[in-house]
């Protein structure tokens, strides 16, 4: 299990909790194969016109080796959670890291020009998938982390799925050149496929191995006194129902959707833009990419220990959410001035933001919905995100392929503008503070033999867990994943 790290004890005259090592070893093996994942949907993008001539296709064709992630995952999430639901973690992980391992060896059998059908159903199988990676960054945090860190566990959780998109951006450029020899693009390729597949082959093993469903004792109060409290029957379909006539979150549920959809579209589309104004600039395209993940990447990590320090998600969203938008504003202008190195400050800038707010978008939603499950609220979130990704990415590609880059830019930045002020109108409800500064008190040392923590003698207040919880030890997890509250990106994210 992992030695006890320190957090234990009976917070507040509450419920029993402690801090586990492990919970570092399960959060950065999640970050690694998240990250495996990531890098299989944007390495075709990033060489764009490379692998249009390998596989004798058009770009929009293309377009759909990353767009595919998208749209399996609109009908899949749904069935996805229930299952999380039911069968916990390390099911999820299973499946979501062994699919992921599956696509990459498909791959390995599409290399031959002939063979884009088979390429496509190796994306198909990663972007499955992916639907077993997005939502999970805040029920593991909620899980295995405490209070004071869930925030900053969370940012790492959606760090490994932009490292990932980082070096997607950075390493396809380097491996397959842009060269005319069908024979030497078919090694490049190879290469860049038979890494990937054994990188994923590992860590699928790792997974199997390492990957635990939770700690014998929870990390928060908010947990314990979930578990802890008889429950009953719990309806899924309530459940979301609940969540999206839940107004703020049903706000939060749309902008999260935009801002993430920018980036999508943008990451897919990046190579042809760069390339409108940079011919034969695609190492330089891929590095822009880069640039605009680790910046998000630091975006994610600051955001995430800012917020455990001031629990500040209303301001901290809507100040990251303005300056997004700003960012792109500045992007959408710089691109076609001629100086490489301009385009690179400003797609900095606009990663810091943009990409740094994946992780802010799950935490929010994670604190408007508390003690709703945190996997179905999550997914609503990640589903919003591959609607408008979708809808972005097509739009946005007509919209350079007619008019130019500045017009599909402003496309965008319009969104961002509109996500703004949506925003800004969301009434801040932080429930899982509140449930946290409110403990559940232990009168009795007792015989509940799933959390070896006691009996409850205090009765919950209806705010912190309705009457509908689960009775059983899966329900509990339905709900454990709500008290988490506070995650991403989840993206999804990533």
Not at 68 to 83: E, G
Not at 142 to 159: D, K, L, R, Y
Not at 374 to 395: D, Y
Request: aromatic share 12%; net charge neutral.
């Amino acid at each position: 299990e992992g030695k006890v790290a320190g957090g234990g004890g009976q917070c507040q005259e509450g419920l029993h909790t402690h801090l586990y090592r492990r919970r570092w070893v399960i959060v950065l093996l999640f970050s690694s194969y998240s990250l495996c994942n990531a890098f299989q949907w944007i390495q075709y993008g990033i060489i764009n016109n490379i692998i249009m001539k390998y596989y004798r296709v058009d770009s929009f064709t293309i377009d759909w080796l990353s767009m595919i992630y998208f749209v399996v995952y609109i009908p899949i999430i749904f069935p996805v959670t229930w299952l999380l639901d039911k069968k916990g973690l390390r099911v999820i992980a299973l499946c979501g890291c062994g699919l992921n391992c599956c696509g990459a060896w498909l791959k390995i059998a599409s290399v031959r020009p002939d063979l884009f059908s088979v390429t496509f159903l190796g994306q198909t199988v990663c972007g499955i998938a992916q639907v077993f990676i997005l939502g999970m960054p805040a029920r593991i945090a909620s899980v295995w982390f405490g209070p004071n860190e869930v925030s900053t566990a969370c940012s790492i959780a959606v760090f490994g799925n932009q490292m990932g998109v980082a070096l997607g951006f950075l390493i396809p450029p380097m491996i397959v050149p842009n060269v005319d020899d069908l024979d030497q693009l078919t090694y490049h390729i190879n290469v860049m496929f038979y890494g990937t597949a054994a990188v994923a082959t590992v860590l699928f093993i790792l997974v199997i191995l390492v990957f635990q469903e939770k700690p014998d004792i929870p990390p928060s109060q908010a947990q314990a006194a979930i578990l802890a409290f008889p429950s009953r029957e719990y309806s899924y379909t309530q459940s979301i129902l609940k969540l999206i006539t839940n107004i703020p979150f049903f706000l939060l549920i749309v902008t999260y959707g935009i801002n993430t959809g920018s980036y999508y579209a943008v990451s897919t589309l990046l190579n042809k833009m760069v390339l409108a104004h940079y011919p034969g600039e695609e190492m330089n395209a891929g590095r822009i990419g880069l640039t605009i993940v680790v910046s998000g990447m630091v975006g994610s990590i600051i955001c995430g220990i800012w917020l455990d320090k001031t629990r500040t998600y209303k301001q901290t969203t809507l100040v990251v959410y303005f300056l997004a938008f700003a960012g792109m504003v500045a992007f959408t202008f710089t691109l076609n001035l001629g100086h490489l190195w301009v385009v690179f400050l400003t797609a900095g800038l606009l990663g810091f933001f943009m990409t740094g707010y994946l992780p802010l978008g799950f935490e929010f939603g994670a604190e408007l919905t508390y003690p709703e499950s945190e996997g179905t609220s999550s997914g609503l979130l990640n589903e919003s995100a591959q609607v408008f990704g979708i809808t972005f990415t097509i739009s946005q590609g007509k919209l350079i392929d007619r008019f130019g880059t500045v017009a599909g830019n402003i496309f965008i930045f319009v969104f961002l503008f509109v996500g703004t002020i949506i925003t800004a109108t969301i009434k801040s409800d932080l429930r899982r503070q509140k449930a946290n500064l409110h403990p559940v008190h232990n009168t009795s040392v007792g015989a509940n033999h799933l959390l070896d923590y006691g009996s409850t003698a205090a009765t919950i207040s209806s705010f912190i867990l309705p009457r509908r919880f689960l009775s059983s030890e899966r329900s509990t997890r339905k709900t454990e994943e709500g008290v988490c509250s506070s995650i991403i990106l989840n993206e999804a994210a990533l």
